[in-house]
């Protein structure tokens, strides 16, 4: 997984993978989440691996248009 960088100094998330069609997350707990183009579908898991690789907004954009819709969890 690659450190998140965490640009705005909040986030729960702590790093991340990138796959063809799916994102993983860790959060501080060590939990991982995956996301993928079924759940929570294309358009959001391309705009996390933006969000992600840009080490800024992450968190803000998982409150707002994700939560807990996520495929599975590692």
Known sequence: MTRYQNLGGNSGVTAYEVGTDY???QF???RVYVYDHTRPGRKHVEQMKQLAQSGRGLTTYLNQYVRDNYAHMR
């Open 23 to 25: 994102i993983a997350l």
């Open 28 to 30: 501080h707990d060590g």
